[in-house]
C-alpha cells in the first residue's frame, strides 16, 4: 500500500502561481513513478503530468506543457507540482497518483494508488 496526502492547493489569481506537493508513505516511493490529475466539476479526471521512478523522464498534458513543472524529491518521500502562469480553466481537484511502472501514464486507470486531492481555484 501507498498513501498519498496532497497540499498546497488555494485561490490565485489567472497569471499566478502554484506549488502542490504529495506526500507519499507506505511502501518504497522510489519505486513508483508519479502522477498529478485534475477533475474539473462535470468533467472527467484529465492526465496533466507524470514522472518516471528517477525523475529522469516526465511527460505533460499540452494544455500545461512550459506553464507546469513535475519534479520528485526521493530522499523525503514527495513529488510536487509547480504551476505557473495559471489561466480559470486549470481550476479543478487536483490528484497526485502512484504507479509501479511508468507505463501508460496518462491513463488514471494505470494507476494503483490515488490521494485524497487538493482544490485549486483560479480566478480571472
Known amino acids: 500500500q501507498v498513501q498519498l496526502v496532497e497540499s498546497g492547493g488555494g485561490l490565485v489569481q489567472a497569471g499566478g502561481s502554484l506549488r502542490l506537493s504529495c506526500a507519499a508513505s507506505g511502501r518504497t516511493f522510489s519505486n513508483y513513478a508519479m502522477g498529478w490529475f485534475r477533475q474539473a466539476p462535470g468533467k472527467e479526471r484529465e492526465f496533466v503530468a507524470a514522472?518516471?521512478?528517477?525523475?529522469?523522464?516526465?511527460d505533460y498534458a499540452d494544455s500545461v506543457k512550459g506553464r507546469f513543472t513535475i519534479s520528485r524529491d526521493n530522499a523525503k518521500n514527495m513529488v510536487y507540482l509547480q504551476m505557473n502562469s495559471l489561466k480559470p480553466q486549470d481550476t479543478a481537484v487536483y490528484y497526485c497518483?502512484?504507479?509501479?511502472?511508468?507505463?501508460?501514464?496518462?491513463?488514471?486507470?494505470?494507476?494503483?494508488?490515488w490521494g485524497q486531492g487538493t482544490q485549486v481555484t483560479v480566478s480571472s
Open positions: 497518483a502512484a504507479q509501479r511502472f511508468y507505463n501508460d501514464y496518462v491513463r488514471p486507470r494505470a494507476y494503483n494508488y
Open positions: 514522472i518516471n521512478w528517477s525523475g529522469g523522464s516526465t
